[in-house]
């Protein structure tokens, strides 16, 4: 009995607050679910009244590009030095000048008429100077004071038929392109309104209202009714991406001006069918949410039934587990889920203590692995210089030269690949052998380009390095530092022993660097970054951390057009010292 009025304790506590919490969460994701499926609706149909503008838009530019190319045109151009003394030729004229019009008129599919209007003269197979006197879409665009684009649409009748065809005509004013007349002509290109219209596409419920406008205030196309007026649109800079504007009645009216002539195009979605379409998507989440409440109530009553258990006792085995104290167990006899906690705390402490021994022979692991990654990719980029080096040799020299070379880059090979799990470290001899060696390998393709110097005392030739240590850096101050450098460069190696420390000095006369490069170097923003750097000088430095701690490394001075100094720090250390210890 007092193990379950427990229970019921606890779920008196505990259940008002979580049916509030997941009432709260339920709603929280109801409205943010609406608002997500809101915004991807509006943002489907801007995507939809993008692409229609862009393909009006397309519309657009062909018509122009129509009548630039009728401006051009050889025969159009004859208009300004046509002589109209002569009544013959001016007739001829007329007629293959009509012709090349009918000519470009049928290169385009929806062009209904091509007209050229010079000098009171009109030359078109569709119109006359009367069509144009009294088209009202002509003189508004003249009054306008434009030259040049779409003026309002019109229609013409077609030839031989019995009904007319609603135009957009393209108005373009053509001069002599020698410059020799200074008298303007009219192009007009006059193509089918219907086009527009047939383009035009309105979503299944969403989109009550789609319209296109021309620069005049002129509806060109309309399918469904907007309950916005053109008068009462929104302010919208021309030119900008496209505008979102949620009305008084809850429509969102999209408008976009980005076509030319100051078109608009106009999307009115209804706010009735969005959310009428968002609340069927969002009609399975009180499903869900009813469910999943049933389900955590049963999971609650279940488990509230475990936690009958000496908390206390618990709670402070965990605690010394928490500080440390691995090896403290907990001792609990019942027989239901409290002795299985117990057990369980138990195990978890003996298995913590072998995985912190696991552990740090794991960290041992890795950093021996990173030495070894950092050093395997050092012999890739070193085997493609010298293999290019060597294909270099191959068309310039002979066979003895190239044996010599090749002996050189066998003995530095078989060095460089020694650098296995067992032979991280060399003596500084035979690094000052690969140097050698290394030296003799370049000074094949660069000749007298380069000397290099070394100053080093005897006793400490014997001192343990990591293998691999000092060519890196002599090739970065061949390739970075000499060969960069006008006339021939020198390279001096140096070691000295300072407090328990050996120092390598690699200097060089080369072009050194800018106080802000050489910051930037010492910040490793350029020790690890770049192409042959990355290479040689951040594995150098990794290396020696990884083997003997952050406080060795390496440390660089430079001054430009002077030289570069890279000055390596690891512990002074001999063979026989390192196997004793």
């Known amino acids: 009995m007092k193990r379950k009025g427990i229970k019921y304790k606890i779920l008196n506590h505990i259940l008002p607050l979580i049916l509030l919490s997941f009432l709260i969460i339920g709603a929280v994701c109801f409205g943010s679910a609406h608002i997500i499926l809101k915004e991807q609706a509006v943002s489907g149909e801007k995507q939809k009244l993008e692409q229609y503008v862009q393909h009006a838009g397309y519309i657009q530019e062909t018509t122009e590009n129509l009548a630039r190319l009728v401006a051009l045109d050889k025969t159009v151009q004859e208009l300004f030095c046509k002589d109209q003394d002569d009544s013959f030729s001016r007739l001829l004229y007329k007629d293959n000048l009509e012709k ?149 009645n809850g429509n969102i009216l999209l408008i976009n001006g980005n076509m030319k002539g100051g078109w608009r195009c106009v999307a009115e979605i209804s706010a009735q069918s969005m959310n009428r379409r968002i609340a069927d998507s969002l009609r399975f989440i009180p ?149 050698e060696n290394y030296i003799t390998l370049q000074k094949f393709k660069y000749e007298d380009r380069v000397e290099v110097f070394y100053e080093i005392p005897e006793e400490l030739l014997e001192c343990r390095v990591p293998n691999i240590l000092l060519q890196p850096i002599v090739e970065n101050a061949l390739f970075h530092g000499i060969v960069p450098k006008t006339g021939p460069g020198m390279i001096i190696i140096l070691a000295y022993h300072d407090k328990g420390r050996l120092c390598i000095c690699v200097q060089d006369n080369g072009v050194g660097m800018t106080k802000e490069n050489l910051q930037a170097v010492m910040q490793d923003k350029k020790l690890m970054a770049g192409t042959q750097r990355k290479i040689g000088v951040g594995n150098v430095k990794n290396r020696i951390q990884y083997i003997y701690g952050t406080e060795y490394g390496l440390e660089i001075k430079s001054m430009l057009d002077v030289g570069t100094s890279v000055i390596l720090h690891i512990p002074c250390e001999y063979e026989e010292e390192r196997n004793l210890s």
């Open 100 to 248: 090349k019009l009918t000519e470009y008129m049928l290169s385009q599919i929806d062009c209904v008429c091509i007209s050229i209007i010079s000098d009171g003269v009109c030359y078109s197979k569709e119109r006359t100077e009367y069509d144009f006197e009294n088209a009202a879409w002509y003189k508004e665009f003249k009054e306008s004071g434009k030259r040049t684009g779409f003026a309002p649409p019109g229609n013409i009748a077609v030839i031989k038929a019995h009904y007319k065809v609603d135009v957009l005509p393209y108005i373009l004013t053509g001069f002599d392109v020698t410059g020799k007349s200074s008298e303007p002509i009219d192009i007009v290109v006059e193509i089918r309104k219907e086009q527009f219209t047939q383009e035009t596409t309105i979503d299944d419920g969403l989109v009550q209202a789609f319209l296109l406008y021309d620069g005049y205030g002129n509806l060109l196309s309309e399918k469904g009714k907007s309950t916005v007026a053109y008068q009462d649109f929104p302010a919208f800079e021309q030119g900008r991406d496209t505008a979102v504007k949620e009305l008084e």
């Open 287 to 435: 499903i869900c949410m009813g469910v999943t409440g049933l389900l955590l109530l049963f999971i609650l009553y279940q488990d509230v039934g475990r936690i009958t258990r000496p908390l206390h006792k618990l709670s402070v085995a965990s605690k010394r587990i928490g500080e440390g104290n691995l090896d403290t167990r907990v001792a609990i006899n019942t027989t239901d889920e409290v002795s299985e906690l117990g057990d369980t705390i138990n195990t978890m402490a003996e298995n913590l203590q072998q995985y912190i021994k696991k552990s740090i022979e794991y960290e041992k692991d890795m950093v021996n692995m990173e030495i070894d990654r950092l050093m395997l990719q050092i012999n890739p980029h070193f085997i493609y210089n010298t293999l290019s080096t060597i294909s270099y040799m191959a068309e310039e020299e002979g066979n003895d030269r190239i044996a010599c070379f090749s002996n050189a880059f066998i003995a530095l090979l078989q060095d460089t690949l020694r650098a296995e799990k067992d032979n991280y470290f060399t003596t500084l001899r035979q690094e000052i052998k690969n140097v």
